[in-house]
């Protein structure tokens, strides 16, 4: 398939997003600054990003590859269906939004609330992937899907304060020698088993490939992986007893 290769120096979102849909084949767009809404409901095509897309990049996203070569700003693969978000840089806040399927990759940090609200349905299973670090309220609200924050190279537990606040399904792997401390009470935590790391191997090794790394290495430290603790629900705050 041929590639439309679009500059994006001169255009507003609205422009740039109109010739990426008019697009018939895959696209690469160079001088990428912040535009808003990039790759919005993309399906069956790859969107090559050279710069810093703005919020919202692959909202909607239902089957698509994004593939950026730098960071992305807040709200990346709000609500997304199906597909693909490979982020070779820095993420913004709320990564995944409300999230039901698909992966994301993130080789560098992202920030605060990402994947809060991730679902999943019957074969829909989303998946989010950091490298590095995350910031507070990380998988806030979970209902299902994995998240597995690597911590490559951050010297300290990778996460901030209240991870998994309101998680009521899914689960976070974190890497790391320290147990994550200030958790809800929502949250159970252990170390994770041989088999629970049979679990993400497939995810991890896909993040390995996509940015160089080796994926064995990385599984073969300690994780811990934390779930919804079955004692404390969190419907009960929804309910009356």
Known sequence: MSVLNISALE??????NRRVRAAKSDVRIDDCYGQRFIGSALNGRTLTINGTP???LGAYLDGGVIDVKGNA???????????KIIIRGNAGDALGYAMRGGRIFVQGNA???TGIHMKEYRDKKPVIVIGGRVGSFLGEYLAGGLIVVLGINCGTVPV????GTGMHGGKIFIR???EPSN?????AIDKASGGDLKEIEPDVSEFAGHFGM???????DRFYVLRPNAKNPYKQLYTAN
């Open 111 to 113: 920030g605060y609330r």
């Open 73 to 83: 700003q807040d709200a990346a693969g709000d609500t997304m269906n199906d597909g």
């Open 176 to 178: 790391t020698d320290k």
């Open 11 to 16: 255009l507003d979102f609205k422009e740039l």
């Open 160 to 163: 901030g304060n209240f991870t």
């Open 183 to 187: 958790l809800p009470e929502q949250v």
């Open 54 to 56: 703005g919020n919202a």
């Open 214 to 220: 080796n994926a064995a290495s990385l599984l073969k």
